[in-house]
Nanobody, 122 residues
Framework: QAPLEESGGGSVETGGSLTLSCIVS????????IGWIRQAPGKEREPVAN???????TYADSVKGRFTISQDNARKTLYLQMNNLAPEDTATYYC????????????????WGPGTLVTVSS
């Protein structure tokens, strides 16, 4: 089983909602946070949200107030609740772990899943 596996992507209209899930089969020693990154067609990957081992959450400015990251108590499943989706949220979303926390999450990614595609139509 892959260490990280996403699901829940799909196609929605502007203003719609989706919830992404990531099954976590195990954490590597030295992992301090887990979160979501995304890559839109023709663009670089960018961080979306992450949660660290103290349950502190960090969000990209573009998704604050619309997206919520959470995980179950056993830390076996990571979620991303996405509300009020816009066309610019169209991307492949990846669950990823990192050796850093917070705003530094994206600088030390060590594992990520195969991704799940989210398409938002106008």
């Amino acid at each position: 089983q892959a260490p990280l596996e996403e699901s829940g992507g799909g196609s929605v209209e502007t203003g719609g909602s989706l919830t992404l899930s990531c099954i976590v089969s195990g954490y590597t020693e030295g992992t301090y946070s887990i979160g979501w990154i995304r890559q839109a067609p023709g663009k670089e990957r960018e961080p979306v949200a992450n949660i660290d081992n103290f349950e502190k959450t960090t969000y990209a400015d573009s998704v604050k107030g619309r997206f919520t990251i959470s995980q179950d108590n056993a830390r076996k499943t990571l979620y991303l609740q996405m509300n009020n989706l816009a066309p610019e949220d169209t991307a492949t979303y990846y669950c990823a772990t990192s050796r850093l926390r917070g705003i530094l999450f994206f600088q030390a990614l060590d594992k990520w899943g195969p991704g799940t595609l989210v398409t938002v139509s106008s």
